[in-house]
Structures are given as structure tokens and as C-alpha cells.
């Protein structure tokens, strides 16, 4: 039986061999990084945390839509991709923290949003690590699940097929969502880019 330990040195493992080159790998994602990030809707002042911020190309857009006012953290349980964050000089834009986003070093609703990349497929247990999410927004706060390119492309790029248990199916991670804390406020899933928005619920 796979236990949690054994998925997360899994994921750690497939993400340290990529993380020097992770960011040469997908030169052309800044503008969609962006444009995802004005999509969540933040404020000068905000607290939003990247959860599973790899090398962190969120957090450059993410302090530019908060200001210098705001908090911007990003949370990774890989080192090596923190670690080529660091390289790349985005920890000045944002606080890094080696965490598991199943268990956050973080207070209660302490956060406006929370912003996340190709994350929710890697994650062990998605539903109990939204609502980890959503313990730490406050009500009325916002979730992007963002990935810089859509399902179909995705899975043509990795030679495989969409299955309809697929959690990011629209008719699966709504039910996920609901379950987790969250509300599902709208969902796109194009070639050039899968984005769900949701708010937090009370
Ligand atoms: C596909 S990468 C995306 C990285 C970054 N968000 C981006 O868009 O470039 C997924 C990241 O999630 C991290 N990750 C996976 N499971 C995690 C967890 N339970 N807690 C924190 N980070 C996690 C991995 O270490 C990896 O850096």
C-alpha cells in the first residue's frame, strides 16, 4: 500500500531531476502566468500564497497585482525547485516556504487568495488538501487552479487520453470543490489554457 510519505518522495523525486531546467523548458508561459493572475482578481495589499510555487513563475505577477503592501508567499515541498527560485531570483518577490500544502504553516483565514499551477494533479489527496486551502482564506477569499495549457493539449502532449474521472473535469472538480470549502465561479478549459476560479465559502 502506498502511504502519504511514499507520494510525496515520489512527487519530490520527479520534480528535483526537472527543476534546473523547468523554467527553459517553457520559455513562453510568462504572459499567460499574467494574465491568470489579473484573472484572480487581487487587490494592492492582498495576501496570496502560490501553492506548489516550483521556481516561482507566479510570483513576479503576483507581487506586481499586490504591491508592496501585500504578502506574497509561495509554499513548495521540493527543494530543488525552490531552489531554482531562488536562482532565478524570485524570492524577492515573494517568501518562500518548504511546506506541503496538505498541512500550511500558515494561520486561519490569514490569506485573500491562493493561486495554483499544475498543482492539483500532483496532489495525494485533493480534496482534503483544498480544504487545507481554504483553512487558510478568509471567507469570501479566491482559488485559482491554473495550468498554462488545456486538458486535451496537455494529454496530446503526453500521449495519453482524457478519462472521464479526470479531477479536472468541469463535472468533477466543481462536486470537489464544493466539498473542499470552495465555490466554483467559472472554468475554462481551451487549448492555450485551463483556469477554475472559486471563492470561498463561509
Ligand atoms: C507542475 S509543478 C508546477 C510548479 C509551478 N507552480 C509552475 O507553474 O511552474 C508542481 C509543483 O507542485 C509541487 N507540489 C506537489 N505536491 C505538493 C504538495 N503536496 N505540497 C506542496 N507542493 C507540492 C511540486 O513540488 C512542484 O514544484
Known sequence: MRSMSDDHTHVQEFFTVRAADWDARFP???????????DLGLRPGDH??????????????????VGPSGVVLGADLTP???????????????????????????RTESLDAVFAAGLIAHLADPAGNLRELARV??????????HPIGRAAL????????????LRAEANLGPLLA??????????????????LAVRTD
Open 28 to 38: 513562453d508561459d510568462g504572459p499567460a502566468y499574467a494574465a491568470a493572475v489579473t
Open 48 to 65: 496570496v500564497l502560490d501553492a506548489g510555487c516550483g521556481t516561482g513563475r507566479a510570483l513576479t505577477p503576483l507581487r506586481t497585482a
Open 80 to 106: 530543488a525547485m525552490l531552489e531554482a527560485a531562488v536562482q532565478a531570483g524570485r524570492h524577492l518577490d515573494g517568501q518562500l516556504l518548504l511546506a506541503d500544502v496538505a498541512a500550511l504553516p500558515l
Open 137 to 146: 482564506v478568509r471567507p469570501g477569499g479566491t482559488l485559482a487552479l491554473f
Open 155 to 166: 494529454a496530446a502532449r503526453q500521449g495519453r487520453q482524457i478519462t472521464p474521472a479526470d
Open 179 to 196: 466539498g473542499s470549502g470552495w465555490r466554483m465561479t467559472s472554468y475554462v478549459d481551451e487549448d492555450s489554457r485551463f483556469l477554475a
